[in-house]
């Protein structure tokens, strides 16, 4: 499956970003999918994963509350809406998938990655 982010940019203190991510290939639905982060400096960390049905979700601690995951299985799209955005949001978002239905907080489980998109949040 062929992955394409975006959706990122500059952004204020606070302010909102929506993320997509199209997906062309096979069945969409049979993918967990996640977003993906990594700051400079520091290692790629899971934000945000969803199940292949989109029933099941995961969110880290550090975006709890302020980012919702979704998906659109008849647009092979998962987005990753995000408000309350801080400075240390800013990274480099990616969106990834595994050869199954299931989500995983393990960035190694993900085997299909997307270019990524930078998200910089301005104090």
């Known amino acids: 499956v062929q992955l394409q982010a975006s959706g990122g940019g500059l952004v204020q203190a606070g302010g909102s970003l929506r993320l997509s991510c199209a997906a062309s290939?096979?069945?969409?639905?049979?993918?967990?999918m996640g977003w993906l982060r990594q700051a400079p400096g520091k290692e790629r960390e899971v934000v945000a994963a969803?199940?292949?049905?989109?029933?099941?979700?995961y969110y880290a601690d550090s975006v709890e509350g302020r980012v919702t995951i979704s998906r659109d299985n008849a647009k092979n799209t998962v987005y990753l809406q995000m408000n309350s955005l801080k400075p240390e949001d800013t990274a480099v978002y990616y969106c990834?998938?595994?050869?199954?239905?299931?989500?995983?907080?393990?960035?190694?489980?993900?085997?299909?990655w997307g270019q990524g998109t930078q998200v910089t949040v301005s104090s």
């Open positions: 969803i199940s292949g049905s989109g029933r099941g979700t």
């Open positions: 990834a998938g595994r050869s199954t239905v299931f989500l995983s907080v393990r960035p190694n489980e993900y085997a299909y």
């Open positions: 290939g096979r069945t969409f639905s049979n993918y967990g």
